[in-house]
Nanobody
Framework: VQLQASGGGLVQAGGSLRLSCAAS????????GAWFRQAPGKEREFVAT????????DYEDSVKGRFTISRDNAKNTMSLQMNSLKPEDTAVYFC?????????????????WGQGTQVTVSS
């Protein structure tokens, strides 16, 4: 499967952005999905994950209550709604997918990656 992330941009603190991940090549419904982010000089970190059916989700503690991960398998898309953004959310955001299992927060466990989209939150 090929993944393409989009929707990043520049927003003021407290604002919102919606990231999208479009999948092609194979039905996205067979993959568990996730979003990761990587700030300059830092390792790639887990943000949120969603099961293949969309019934289960999990979030990194700092984004709980502010970010919502969702998917539309009929459209082969996954989204990340980001509200109440903070300057520390500034990073390149990547979508990822893995078929084997749900719930892993380790980037190394994901087989497929989108190219990343820049999110910049100004204070």
């Amino acid at each position: 499967v090929q993944l393409q992330a989009s929707g990043g941009g520049l927003v003021q603190a407290g604002g919102s952005l919606r990231l999208s991940c479009a999948a092609s090549g194979r039905p996205f419904s067979i993959y568990n999905g996730a979003w990761f982010r990587q700030a300059p000089g830092k390792e790639r970190e887990f943000v949120a994950t969603i099961s293949s059916t969309g019934r289960s989700t999990d979030y990194e503690d700092s984004v709980k209550g502010r970010f919502t991960i969702s998917r539309d398998n009929a459209k082969n898309t996954m989204s990340l709604q980001m509200n109440s953004l903070k300057p520390e959310d500034t990073a390149v955001y990547f979508c990822a997918a893995v078929m084997a299992f749900y719930g892993t927060t380790r980037a190394a466990n994901y087989d497929y990656w989108g190219q990343g989209t820049q999110v910049t939150v100004s204070s």
